[in-house]
C-alpha cells in the first residue's frame, strides 16, 4: 500500500480540548483544589487557543502554550483525576508548542533545500567547465600537422615537376622562336638580293636581262624556301605554348595549395595554442567552482548537524516529553489521555518522516559530490545520511504505528468506533504500515459508564464519541 505523505504537527484541535473540558466537568469535587483551577484556566486557554481568539493570534500561541505548561506542570501526576488532567494538559500543552517549533523547523528545512539547489547548480557548472577542460587539452595537432606535411610535400613535388616541364617547354620554343628568327633574316636577305638583281636589269641587254631575272628568281627562291620553313617552326611553336600555359597554370594551383596548406598548418598550431590556453582557463575555472562546491557543501553539512539537528531534536524532544506525560492519566481521562498520544505520535512520525525527507536529499547530493571527486569526505557522509535516512524511516514506521495503536486503546461504540478505525487506518498508511486488529472486543458497551473504585470520575469520555478521532 503506498505511504501517504505525513503533515506537519498540528495545534490543539478543538475536538481534544472539548473531550477535556468534558471529562473535566464530569470530575467529582475532590482532590487537590490548586490542580482543579489549573486545569480549568488551562482548559479556558486551550479553548482561546483552538479557536483562534484574538489574544492567542498564530503569532503568540507558543507563548500561551508555554503559559499553560507552566500553569499545570507543578499539579501533574496521577494522585487524583485532576492531577491526571494536569498530566494531558500538560502534554498537549507540549504538543502545541511542538507545532510551533516544526513550523520553525519547516522554514529552515526549506533554506537546506534552497542549498542543495545552490549545491546541485554549482555541481553542474564543476561538471561543465571539467569537461570543457578535459574536452581543450586532450586536443593535440600532430596528427593533423603530419597529414598536411605529407599532403604539402606531395604539392611541392608536384610543383617542381611542373616547374621543370614548363623549363623545357620554354627552352624548346626558345630555341624554335630562334630558328625562326635566323630563317626570316636570311629571307629577307634573299629578297633584298633579288631586288637589287632586278633593278640592275633597266640597263643591260635582253640576253643579260635574262640572265639577271633567272639570278633574281633563285634568290627569291630561296626566300621562300626560308619562310616556309620558318612558318612550319612558328607550327611547332604554336602546338608548344597551349601546353606550356596549362603547365604553367598547373604549378600556380600547386603553389596556392601548398600555400592554403601552410595556413591550415599555422591555423591548427594556433589553435592547439587556443586549446591549452582554454583548457587552462576552464580548469582554473573548474577549480574554484570545485572550492566553492567544497564550502558549500561543509556549510550546508554544518547547517543540518547543527540548527537543523537541534530544531528537529526539540520537536521531537517536546513530543517524547508530551508522552511521557500521558502515562499518568488514566481512569476516566483514558481515551483522552490516548487521543492526545495518538496526535503526538501523528506528529512525531510526521517529524520523524521530514528528517527521513532531509536526510535522504543529503545523500543524495553528497554522492554527487563523491561521484564528481569532489574532495571533503563525501562518499563516507552519503553513507550515513543513508543510514540516518532508514533509521529516520523506521522511527516515523514506528510513531505512526504508536499512533494508530493509540487511537484502537479507546473506549468506544458503534459509529464513533467505525470513525476511529478509519483514523487508526490512516495512520497506518501513513506509516506504511499493516493494519492491526481493530478495536478488542473485550471493550464492551457496558463497560463505559462504570465508576472507578477509588472515587475517581468514571470511565467515561463520551464527548470524544461524538467526534472523528
Not at 481534544?16 to 468534558?22: D, G, R, S, W
Not at 507563548?63 to 499545570?72: C, D, H, N, P, T
Request: with cysteine; proline share 3%.
Amino acid at each position: 500500500m503506498p505511504q501517504e505523505r505525513p503533515t506537519a504537527p498540528r495545534t490543539m484541535s478543538r475536538p481534544l480540548v472539548a473531550c477535556l473540558v468534558a471529562a473535566v466537568g464530569m470530575m467529582h469535587a475532590c482532590g487537590d483544589d490548586e490542580a482543579r483551577q489549573a486545569v480549568r484556566t488551562a482548559s479556558i486557554q486551550f479553548d482561546s487557543i483552538a479557536a483562534g481568539d484574538e489574544n492567542y493570534r498564530i503569532d503568540e500561541a507558543l507563548s500561551g502554550y508555554k503559559e499553560i505548561e507552566a500553569l499545570v506542570s507543578e499539579h501533574a501526576g496521577d494522585a487524583s483525576g485532576y492531577n491526571q488532567a494536569a498530566a494531558v494538559s500538560l502534554a498537549q500543552a507540549k504538543l502545541g508548542q511542538a507545532a510551533h517549533a516544526a513550523q520553525e523547523l519547516a522554514r529552515a528545512e526549506a533554506d537546506a533545500g534552497r542549498r542543495v539547489r545552490v549545491l546541485r547548480a554549482t555541481l553542474s557548472e564543476y561538471l561543465t567547465l571539467s569537461a570543457i577542460a578535459e574536452a581543450a587539452s586532450v586536443y593535440d595537432p600532430a596528427e593533423d600537422l603530419t597529414e598536411l606535411d605529407r599532403l604539402i610535400a606531395i604539392r611541392e613535388a608536384d610543383a617542381d615537376r611542373y616547374a621543370q616541364q614548363k623549363s623545357e617547354i620554354d627552352n624548346q620554343i626558345a630555341d624554335l622562336e630562334a630558328k625562326v628568327a635566323v630563317l626570316r633574316t636570311k629571307a629577307v636577305a634573299e629578297r633584298r638580293q633579288a631586288g637589287e638583281i632586278e633593278l640592275s636589269m633597266i640597263d643591260v641587254s635582253a640576253q643579260r636581262a635574262a640572265e639577271l631575272a633567272a639570278d633574281a628568281r633563285e634568290f627569291t627562291l630561296r626566300a621562300d624556301q626560308h619562310d616556309l620553313e620558318a612558318d612550319r617552326i612558328m607550327g611547332r611553336v604554336g602546338q608548344l605554348k597551349p601546353s606550356a600555359a596549362e603547365i604553367s597554370l598547373n604549378a600556380t594551383n600547386a603553389a596556392n595549395q601548398i600555400a592554403m596548406l601552410e595556413r591550415s598548418k599555422g591555423e591548427a598550431n594556433e589553435r592547439a595554442r587556443a586549446s591549452q590556453e582554454d583548457a587552462s582557463k576552464a580548469r582554473a575555472a573548474a577549480a574554484s567552482a570545485r572550492d566553492r562546491l567544497a564550502g558549500l557543501a561543509n556549510e550546508y553539512q554544518d547547517y543540518r548537524t547543527g540548527e537543523i539537528a537541534r530544531m528537529s531534536g526539540q520537536v521531537t524532544g517536546l513530543l517524547n516529553r508530551a508522552n511521557t506525560d500521558l502515562n499518568q492519566a488514566r481512569d476516566a481521562l483514558k481515551n483522552t489521555a490516548e487521543a492526545t498520544r495518538s496526535s503526538v505520535k501523528e506528529a512525531l512520525g510526521s517529524a520523524w518522516s521530514r528528517r527521513a525527507t532531509g536526510h535522504a536529499d543529503a545523500a543524495a547530493i553528497f554522492q554527487s559530490l563523491a561521484d564528481a571527486g569532489v574532495p571533503g569526505g563525501f562518499a563516507a557522509l552519503a553513507e550515513q545520511a543513508r543510514a540516518d535516512t532508514d533509521e529516520s524511516l523506521e522511527s516515523s514506521k514506528r510513531a505512526f504505528a504508536d499512533a494508530a495503536r493509540a487511537l484502537r486503546q479507546i473506549r468506544v461504540s458503534g459509529d464513533a468506533r467505525d470513525r476511529l478505525e478509519q483514523a487508526a487506518l490512516r495512520l497506518d498508511r501513513l506509516g506504511g504500515n499493516e493494519p492491526e486488529p481493530e478495536f478488542s472486543e473485550e471493550f464492551q458497551e457496558e463497560d463505559l459508564g462504570e465508576e472507578s473504585t477509588d472515587g475517581e470520575p468514571p470511565e467515561d469520555d463520551q464527548p470524544l464519541a461524538e467526534e472523528d478521532g
